[in-house]
Each structure stands twice: as structure tokens, then as C-alpha cells.
């Protein structure tokens, strides 16, 4: 089976292309930058080529090279700071391009990377949890841009029948997250190398989820026969910061963790309350225990760097 995962270098991307790869699949990784992670080790079923998912042309190219069936679009610009034509042509032209391809192209299924953004705050919605047929609230560029993909998804639906799926993925935490929000991964990885590190807010809340468990789930919907929605929450654990740093300190008693004020940010936290028994239900997914997923990043931390692991 062929697959393209578009971005396939990212945080996300390469661990989805290895996945794919380690169940039998013919993939092909475009990314703009394929030198930021190796897939010499799997090369008999990975191909890995330069891409721009803002050139229409390189998208048909490489799709058509790849003789894909199903297609993964996970290249975006994270955060909210690009100037606008930047985040214009890659989040939103790049997510058309790569629709459009597969609509030519008769591929199978695409899936492409959602976001809990397009909620915007909790407060919006009160102490429950968000499902994927309320409405939405973005707060800024990288919101509205993830509303704007659901919208590109839905009109190709309704006038190909194309089968399209939006993950709207929520925090995710992992050794190398370094982008968007990262004080999540901050409060595990600067811990687990011996550094100090000082957060904002104790109490800010978030919907945190491990990249591997992220990357399973990208992998079993696009793989699925037929996804019976359009738009899944992937869903995680509901946690403050100051909740993980205690997890942190139940394996490294000495960490420092500081937080520069102990309340203030709750009432502003983006949706931290997510209903995903969309998704846990129609594909029978169970996470790992939150503290499992926190081990891990310290352990994947600490092994990175040379030093001993913890149980």
C-alpha cells in the first residue's frame, strides 16, 4: 500500500512515517527540510524528497511519483507569529494544494492535522467537555487557519465525495517538542537533564497527549476502512502545569520547578476539557496512563543525552 505523509520530517510526521513503514507500507516522506530526520534504516520502504507543500507542482509531483492511496498533510507553520502571506500559502493554500492533488489523483483517504485551536477558550463552553459539533471560537492566525482547513475539507466532500479526516489533535508533549506551545514538554525536559526551568502559571490547564500515542491515532484512521466522521478530537489527559510538575517530582525529587505565579491563568486556558469519545469508541483506542507518557519523555530526555535512565 502507498502512502505520502506531506511534513513527514516533523514532530509529528516522522514517527506516523515509521509507523506506516513498520506495518508494510510503501511511504513517501515530502517535507521542505528531509535532512532533519534519517530514514536511512528503513530506506527498502521510505523515500524521502524535498517538497514545498505551497507549490501545487510539487504536491502533484510527488504525489504522482508516489502513486499514493492514502495521504497524511501534517506541514504547517505552528503559532501564531508568521506574517500572514507566509501562514497563508502553507496553512492554507499548502492544505488546497495537497486536496486538490488528491482529488486528481483519485487517492483513497487524506488526513491532515486539526487543532483543538479551533475551540479557542474553555470559557466559552464552561466546565464541560468540547465535542466536535460545537462551535467554534479561534482566538488567532493559527485557529482561524485550522477552522479554514475544516471548511477546504468539507467542500471537497460535498462536491467529490472525496473521504477527507480532520484529527483536531490536542497538546502534545514529547523529548523534541520545541514549537508552538512547548511549556508542557519544558516542565519534563529541562527536569529530566538536571536543569532548572520557570513556568508562568501553576495553574494554567491543559489537554496533554504523548506524539506517539498522536501518531498511532493518525496512523489507524487513514488506514481505516471508512472513518464515520469528518472530525475527531483526539482528546488526552486534562492536567494543570503544576499537576506535571508534581508527576515530575514523583521520579526526580530534586527538580526545580518554579512557576512565577501559583493562579491567574485558568479562566484564560485554551480547551482543556475534550470529548473524544468519538474516536475512542469508533476505534477502540485506550492511552497510556498519564504518568507513563511523562516517564517516557523523561526517559527519551535522558537517553538523548547520555545519561541513565529512570523506572
Known sequence: MNTLVIGGTGFIGYRLVRRLAAAGHTVTCMDADPAAHSFNDAKDQVTSVRGDVGSFEDVMSVMATAKAEYVANLAYLIGSHHPPR??????????????EAARLLNVKRVVYAGSFAANGLQANYGERAVKEDDPVNPLDQYGRAKVTNEWQALDYIEKYGMSITGLRTSYITGRDKVRGSVGHARCITEPALGHPVTLPFRDIMQCVLHVDEVADLFARVLLAEKPAHR???????????????DIVRSFIPDASISF????????????????????????????????DQVLQVINDTRSRAGLPLLS
Open 231 to 245: 472530525i475527531y478530537n483526539t482528546g488526552g489527559t486534562t492536567v494543570s502545569l503544576g499537576e506535571i510538575a
Open 260 to 291: 512565577e505565579r501559583e493562579s491567574g491563568a485558568r479562566q484564560g486556558s485554551a480547551t482543556y476539557l475534550l470529548d473524544n469519545r468519538r474516536l475512542t469508541s469508533e476505534f477502540g483506542i485506550r492511552f497510556r496512563p498519564f504518568r
Open 86 to 99: 507566509a501562514a497563508m500559502r502553507v496553512n492554507i493554500l499548502g492544505m488546497a494544494n495537497c486536496f
